[in-house]
């Protein structure tokens, strides 16, 4: 007769029914309270029996007892479904509440201006959380690199991932005072072919920008200029140095419009937004520490959310 291997759930839920035949000293009420039949659950014991090369049970008219093997048995499996009950309870416990470590990555600009102190934040609402943050200005394999949550921008490809929409990052077109007393100020797109460009170099197509006028219409107008960087910080001081004329995120140029350092330009017109999404490595079974951030950031993505960015 072949020897019955079972698969390791299976001898889990065997040396639970085993455990609760002995205890209860009857195959039909071990079953019962297992929510299983009869037949299933002799089956069951028998193929644990057989995998073992031992008799675990005496059976007869008067009920179940173990054997002297039995005896022995059932104390070591008391001692292993109280370890696996005890870890049970923690992975249930750590899946229902807000604690433990949370892994999150997001772009450099966007990670040190807004979500920094927007962290520091949910930090101080759940203090049994331990937070390590990644900034990278590329797209990191949320699976490979161990990541909870990833912030991302722009929209999402068709993928396994999870995600939520937070909001929409805005873009604005800006120039210091004093470059603009000097070169003019552009009236229309058309007239940035006259203007020095600080390109983003990480848009892709970044030798046009996009503008959205009133009618709804999309009108990419080439550019060029002295400067271009992957990094939003330095347009921004290039700007500010009466350097040219740079396309960048409100949040990023914000506090510099509203102290008068650059001004807005192009009022009529609009640069194409960017959706803000949160992503983590799987729809199914997501942890509530990865849910409660994630339904606590979009708390805080709303009209202007940008002008609380300090």
Same mark, same amino acid.
């Given at each position: 007769m072949a020897v019955v291997h079972l698969q390791a759930m299976d001898r889990i839920q065997a040396v639970r029914l085993f455990i609760r035949v002995v205890d209860l000293g009857s195959f039909s009420k071990a079953a019962a309270d297992m929510g299983m039949g009869q037949p299933s659950a002799t089956k069951l014991v028998a193929q644990l029996e057989q995998q073992l090369g031992s008799r675990l049970l005496h059976r007869s008219t008067h009920g179940v007892t173990p054997t002297e093997? =039995?005896?022995?048995?059932?104390? /070591?499996? /008391? #001692?292993?479904?109280?370890?696996?009950?005890?870890?049970?309870?923690?992975?249930?416990?750590?899946?229902? *509440? &807000?604690q433990g470590g949370l892994r999150i990555s997001t772009s450099v600009a966007f990670g040190r201006? &807004?979500?920094?102190? #927007?962290? %520091?934040?949910? %930090?101080?609402?759940?203090? /049994?959380? *331990?937070?390590?943050? +990644?900034?990278?200005?590329?797209? $990191?394999? #949320?699976?490979?690199?161990?990541?909870?949550?990833?912030?991302? %921008? =722009?929209?999402?490809a068709d993928s396994t991932l999870g995600a939520r929409y937070l909001g929409i990052n805005p873009w604005v077109l800006v120039a210091a005072p004093g470059y603009l007393e000097r070169r003019g100020t552009p009236l229309s797109p058309a007239d940035l072919a006259a203007h020095d460009a600080l390109i983003y170099s990480t848009v892709q197509g970044d030798a046009r920008w996009h503008f959205i006028g009133a009618d709804g219409q999309l009108l990419p107008v080439p550019v060029k200029g002295p400067l271009r960087s992957n990094n939003l910080s330095a347009l921004l001081a290039?700007?500010? =140095?009466? %350097?040219?004329?740079?396309?960048?995120?409100?949040?990023?140029?914000?506090?510099?419009? +509203?102290?008068?350092?650059?001004?807005?330009? #192009?009022?009529?017109?609009?640069?194409?937004? *960017?959706?803000?999404?949160? &992503?983590?490595?799987?729809?199914?079974?997501?942890?509530?520490? $990865?849910?409660?951030? &994630?339904?606590?950031?979009?708390?805080?993505?709303?009209?202007?959310?940008?002008?609380? *960015? /300090?």
């Open positions: 093997i =039995g005896a022995l048995y059932y104390e /070591k499996c /008391k #001692l292993i479904a109280h370890h696996v009950e005890e870890a049970e309870t923690v992975a249930s416990l750590l899946q229902s *509440q &807000v201006r &807004v979500l920094v102190p #927007l962290v %520091m934040r949910f %930090m101080q609402l759940n203090p /049994k959380l *331990q937070i390590e943050l +990644n900034f990278e200005d590329r797209y $990191v394999n #949320l699976v490979e690199q161990g990541i909870d949550v990833a912030i991302r %921008m =722009g929209r999402l290039a700007a500010r =140095g009466g %350097m040219g004329v740079a396309a960048l995120p409100w949040y990023v140029a914000y506090e510099s419009v +509203n102290s008068g350092v650059v001004r807005p330009l #192009l009022g009529d017109w609009a640069l194409p937004s *960017q959706e803000i999404h949160a &992503v983590y490595p799987s729809p199914r079974l997501v942890p509530a520490k $990865v849910s409660g951030f &994630v339904a606590w950031l979009q708390g805080q993505f709303g009209e202007a959310w940008w002008t609380d *960015q /300090k």
